[in-house]
């Protein structure tokens, strides 16, 4: 069974930084595509970063292209999320995700390519 937690949220004035954790029960013996997503009230769920456990690929929206950074901690069974340069529009709760273990997935920031979903971390910026 899958388990994803979120945690590092919080509460950050405009142009600082956090960095999201998301501590994952994975298989050692599988790959799998692993995201964060966020949603901020009235608004559809958006994919934000992905990556590929088997060979570090990494995808990102545009709007956070440059900003944010996902990557991974094998030993420790993390994902991360670092956030730099954050704005307002950054504000939402945030997912983490994953398809499931050595599943193909073809849009890697869409949400319904992610079976499995942590509760969620809450993320505001203030201007």
């Known amino acids: 069974q899958v388990q994803l937690v979120e945690s590092g949220g919080g509460a950050v004035q405009a142009g600082g930084s956090l960095r999201l954790s998301c501590a994952a029960s994975?298989?050692?013996?599988?790959?799998?595509?692993m995201a964060w997503f966020r949603q901020a009230p009235g608004m559809e769920r958006e994919g934000v970063a992905a990556?590929?456990?088997?060979?570090?690929?990494?995808v990102y929206a545009d709007s956070v292209k440059d900003r944010f950074s996902i990557s991974q901690d094998n030993a420790k069974n993390t994902l991360y999320l670092q956030m730099n340069s954050l704005n307002p529009e950054d504000t939402a709760m945030y997912y983490c995700?994953?398809?499931?273990?050595?599943?193909?997935?073809?849009?890697?920031?869409?949400?319904?390519?992610?079976?499995?979903w942590g509760q969620g971390t809450q993320v505001t910026v203030s201007s």
């Open positions: 990556l590929y456990t088997g060979n570090g690929w990494t």
């Open positions: 995700a994953t398809a499931g273990p050595d599943l193909r997935v073809t849009y890697q920031l869409k949400p319904n390519e992610y079976k499995y």
């Open positions: 994975l298989s050692t013996y599988s790959t799998y595509w």
